[in-house]
């Protein structure tokens, strides 16, 4: 899992947008479903778009898939988009809110056209049905 920009202020950043677990809660939870079920799941965050495509490559041989929320980069970047286009595994990409139906900038979803699946605006329950579908 790679959370990018902002995203290590889960729980005193945008509460309305954003929930109130912090992204240790958010990491901890996940992992111990992983952990459930007989994967590892490695959790990074990064608020540089360079190191979160490091981070997509550093860690492709040892991945089953990917569960990303590229943060603002989502809506930006093309960098992160063509690193994700060379990733051969299942990548799910998830925003905690309804980027839809936010400014007009959060609408273009440039690095969700290169993932296999998208899930917007569930909150954390969104990380959790990436996990599954990955696992599955
Ligand atoms: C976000 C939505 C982005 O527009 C925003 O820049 C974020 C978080 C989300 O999870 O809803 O940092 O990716």
New binding site residues.
Partial sequence: MIN????NWLGK?EEN??GKSSLKELEDELSEIARDQGYELLSFQTNSEGEFIDLLQKNYNQASGYII???????TSLAIMDALLSIDKKVIE??????TA??E??QKLLTASACDGII??LGKK?YKLALESIIN
């Fill in positions: 990018g920009p902002n995203l950043r947008h954003y929320n590229p943060g603002a980069y989502s809506h998830v925003h905690l809110s309804n980027v936010r400014e900038i959060r917007i605006g969104g």
